[in-house]
């Protein structure tokens, strides 16, 4: 089911799932470090009334979930007829502190007072073992503390008038054959252990009298930081506001950021609004304060994989952040433009792929390709780094920064892509955007074309000649070897690859990305272009019954068809609407955008691929690179 709601602050992003529950929970990095158990023990929110108890993913619950449309808030409603129990969710991570807050509002839905119990369970991992943790009861508080080295949980829960939890329990799980410290709730009852090291988990009780059709509100809040006093400093700022005034800032907070974006998409028809926006507050979720910025913090991935997606991709990010350049935000560029430049290679390039923290990230990418030497990267990723550093500048005409940055990352990386290139008058060959293949793909050669172009046009604004001739000579020269990316029958090629012979490897499989890099970045032949788009018309948007369009032919990453060509992917589907809307046929473009809107969730999260049959989400959920295009998508529809 992926992440149904993600909350965020740069600092600390939880990720709830179908249940309302916390299934992921990053600090002190967005997307590092995941310090929940969720792939063997998901937190748990427990109610008993009566001596009946029920926890909220047991099956017995009707739950609604949603976040608000201005403001990274959740909305979620869940309701138990058998215990005839409401209980209404408003969950945000305040905008100035590393603090997860929940405000559940209780009732009593029953024609009679009744006492009701509020069970909130918590299963933090701090250490990567599983192992070393330390959870506590902490009575001059009171408060729960969940600690190792530098991270530090303190969770507290009150009713409307400030009167603490009544109950706690602390315990061990998934050690020893112990199951959690959750099941000592189901009685109602729970047992005020102290304290317990290695793998643990607590659970806190709040007892409330209600009378019949009364509700209540309950605060809760887990705070991160990395110690205990500096815990404390941020519990108690938060006890003398109060929840509904940190809420009320949140939201003003997050309201104020999407205010660029109002006036771009107050034209656009009302059912694409709600999601645009949205997807640009997801984008902004998903982006760490140090810069980085993740493709997907849904976890549940791994238990299908060999990895998350919680890492930075320097084209993901490049992507994720492009309306948000285009609506004039400074920030977030700037900041991930920061990122690019601390972990650029020294020759000139970006690496596959990085950890928010800076490190490098894991890779599939070998240094041999047929026993021959070969850099284990994708072009593309540096390209579109400089070519969205291009657009920015173009936005804001911000000169001072452009010259602040032009040293240290878009001279040598505009160098290396002119000096990255074979006698094919083509790029080198390195890996697809798909992370896949080894070649010179169509996709890798215009947005290297469009990036070197780019960089030779900010040089001669600055003044800077002898680089101008220097990148706008290499473009040139690629110019120049572009008949080889199409075939015989004008269609563009998904790659070609140079053998050790000189001889041409060629690969006519038809790939959305290659349509796109010659649309996009605007170097395309018309009629080329044309014919390309009747191919993936013919083959791709026709091979699911569902619609939508996959990556490229037989594209077997998560297939879950094995007589079909793959999943439709919401980009590429959003890639082919964009460009009917270039081309002014709007009702091909909003049956295309009608179909990625028709995948989101009730909540609004686009996934990453959809069932070629059934439509339900395949892959991480949310993916960032999703919503950004769906974002973009609807702003280009706006603007014609």
């Not at 790659?495 to 038809?510: N, P």
């Not at 007589?563 to 081309?583: E, F, K």
Request: charged share 25%.
């Amino acid at each position: 089911m992926g992440r149904q709601v993600v909350l965020s602050n740069g600092n600390l992003l939880a990720g709830l799932d179908e249940f309302g529950t916390v299934h992921d929970f990053y600090y002190p990095y967005v997307g590092l470090e995941n310090l929940t158990t969720a792939r063997n023990l998901n937190h748990k929110i427990g109610v008993w009334v009566d001596g009946s108890f029920s926890w909220l993913d047991d099956g017995t619950w009707d739950i609604k979930i949603d976040f608000e449309a201005d403001a990274l808030v959740s909305d979620i409603i869940a309701t138990n007829d058998r215990l005839k129990t409401k209980l209404v969710f408003k969950d945000f991570i305040d905008c100035h502190y590393s603090a997860l807050c929940r405000r559940i509002e209780i009732t009593n839905q029953a024609t009679e007072h009744r006492e009701i119990r509020l069970f909130m369970h918590q299963a933090f991992q701090i250490s990567r073992t599983g192992r070393s943790d330390t959870a506590l009861y902490v009575p001059d508080g009171p408060y729960l503390l969940d600690y190792k080295g530098w991270s530090s949980l303190l969770i507290y829960m009150e009713d409307e008038t400030k009167t603490p939890f009544d109950q706690f329990a602390v315990g061990s799980c998934g050690i020893e054959g112990k199951e959690g410290t959750f099941k000592d709730a189901e009685d109602g009852e729970l047992s005020g252990s102290l304290v317990e090291h290695g793998g643990v988990d607590s659970v806190m009780r709040l007892s409330l009298g209600l009378d019949a059709a009364q509700s209540t509100a309950i605060s809760y809040w887990v705070v991160a930081a990395d110690s205990q006093t500096d815990a404390e400093k941020i519990h108690k700022a938060i006890k003398n506001s109060g929840l509904d005034e940190r809420l009320e800032t949140t939201r003003r907070s997050w309201r104020d950021w999407l205010s660029p974006a109002d006036s771009a998409l107050e034209q656009a028809d009302d059912k694409y609004k709600e999601l645009a926006k949205k997807s640009l507050m997801l984008v902004k979720a998903h982006q760490d304060r140090h810069g980085g910025l993740i493709a997907s913090s849904d976890s549940s991935i791994y238990n299908y994989g060999r990895d998350y997606y919680n890492y930075v991709w320097p084209r993901d990010g490049a992507y994720a952040l492009m309306p948000l350049i285009k609506l004039g935000y400074k920030d977030e560029p700037k900041k991930f433009f920061q990122f690019c430049i601390d972990t650029m290679n020294p020759d000139g390039y970006m690496m596959h792929k990085y950890q928010p923290d800076r490190s490098i990230g894991s890779t599939w990418h070998p240094l041999l390709h047929r026993s021959r030497p070969e850099l284990p990267i994708q072009e593309d990723e540096t390209a579109i780094v400089i070519y969205a550093i291009s657009k920015y500048f173009e936005v804001t005409k911000d000169e001072d920064y452009i010259r602040s940055i032009y040293p240290k990352f878009i001279l040598p990386c505009s160098d290396f892509m002119a000096g990255f290139i074979d006698v094919t008058n083509l790029p080198h060959a390195s890996y697809d955007l798909w992370e896949e293949r080894f070649a010179t793909f169509t996709y890798t050669v215009y947005v290297t074309l469009a990036a070197l172009e780019a960089a030779a046009a900010i040089a001669d604004k600055l003044n800077k000649h002898e680089d101008h001739d220097r990148w706008a000579a290499a473009a040139e020269r690629i110019k120049r070897g572009l008949p080889k990316l199409v075939n015989d029958d004008g269609v563009f090629r998904k790659s070609l690859l140079l053998k050790a012979d000189l001889d041409l490897e060629y690969d006519d499989t038809i790939d959305a990305s290659s349509f796109y890099g010659a649309f996009i970045y605007g170097r395309a032949e018309a009629n080329n272009l044309s014919k390309t788009i009747g191919r993936v018309e013919q083959v791709l948007e026709s091979s699911s019954s569902i619609g939508g369009i996959p990556r490229y032919e037989n594209d077997s990453y998560f297939k879950k068809k094995p007589d079909s060509l793959g999943n439709p992917w919401i980009i590429t589907t959003l890639w082919l609407a964009q460009y009917y809307i270039s081309v002014g046929d709007k009702p091909k473009a909003v049956e295309l955008i009608d179909w990625a809107a028709a995948r989101a969730s009730s909540s609004g999260m686009l996934a990453e691929q959809a069932d070629p049959d059934s439509g339900i989400a395949v892959g991480v959920c949310p993916l960032v690179w999703s919503h950004s295009t769906f974002a973009e998508t609807i702003i280009l529809l706006n603007q014609t």
